[in-house]
């Protein structure tokens, strides 16, 4: 009898601890949260490129470099793409198929668009494979911590821009933002 309610209590506890395991992934994030802490981020690189997250003598520092606190707030926030965001997008490929990028509205300055950050390579190939397909040029780079940057573009009008950005909120990305710090 003990027995049995000893294995009753140990399957209640790991209900619970299975549950709050759950509750603390990240759900989908807000997209403007999710603007504001990539910009963030881009700030932080932007002003400690070097160290980062440590430097090529020491790549794993004591005390985190600056840039890891808007790093783990992405993560916290849900702003990364995983693979399950990216299911549709065999079908929105079949949808858009023919598509053409074209330039429309009010002539800009030379803009990428960020599409997002990916957890996995083979997702990042799957996403390059989906924006070439319709006509974009695409860059991978390393986030350390984080995953990998894509990039799309180059848009030289607020037309081919926004429909750029479109895509990529309909491919399962949470923030798309636009970029002139970036080149393809």
Same mark, same amino acid.
Request: proline fraction near 7%; include cysteine; aromatic fraction near 6%.
């Given at each position: 009898?003990?027995?049995?309610?000893?294995? +009753?209590?140990?399957? /209640?506890?790991?209900?619970?601890?299975?549950?709050?395991?759950?509750?603390?992934?990240?759900?989908?994030?807000?997209?403007?949260?999710?603007?504001a802490?990539?910009?963030?981020?881009?700030?932080a690189?932007?002003?400690?490129?070097?160290?980062?997250?440590?430097?090529?003598?020491?790549?794993?520092?004591?005390?985190?470099?600056?840039?890891?606190?808007?790093?783990?707030l992405?993560?916290?926030?849900?702003?990364?793409?995983?693979?399950?965001?990216?299911?549709?997008l065999?079908?929105?490929?079949?949808?858009l198929?023919?598509?053409? /990028? /074209?330039?429309?509205?009010?002539?800009?300055?030379?803009?990428?668009?960020? /599409? +997002?950050i990916?957890?996995?390579?083979?997702?990042?190939?799957?996403?390059?494979?989906?924006?070439?397909?319709?006509?974009?040029?695409?860059?991978?780079?390393?986030?350390?911590?984080?995953?990998?940057r894509?990039?799309?573009?180059?848009f030289?009008?607020?037309?081919?821009?926004?429909?750029?950005?479109?895509?990529?909120?309909?491919?399962?990305?949470?923030?798309?933002?636009?970029?002139?710090?970036?080149?393809?």
């Open positions: 009898m003990r027995s049995l309610i000893a294995g +009753g209590v140990l399957l /209640v506890m790991l209900g619970g601890c299975s549950a709050g395991i759950l509750a603390d992934q990240p759900s989908r994030g807000d997209p403007d949260t999710c603007l802490l990539f910009q963030s981020y881009d700030r690189v932007r002003t400690y490129p070097a160290n980062a997250f440590g430097s090529d003598d020491n790549p794993a520092p004591m005390v985190p470099g600056p840039v890891s606190r808007p790093a783990r992405l993560i916290k926030e849900g702003c990364r793409t995983s693979s399950a965001d990216l299911d549709g065999p079908e929105l490929a079949a949808r198929a023919g598509h053409q /990028v /074209v330039n429309s509205g009010a002539t800009i300055r030379p803009t990428v668009v960020h /599409v +997002g990916v957890t996995g390579i083979e997702d990042e190939r799957e996403v390059t494979r989906f924006f070439r397909g319709l006509g974009y040029g695409t860059r991978g780079t390393g986030a350390p911590t984080l995953g990998r894509l990039y799309v573009g180059t030289t009008s607020q037309g081919a821009l926004d429909e750029a950005m479109a895509i990529a909120r309909e491919a399962g990305f949470v923030a798309p933002m636009a970029t002139t710090r970036t080149r393809l």
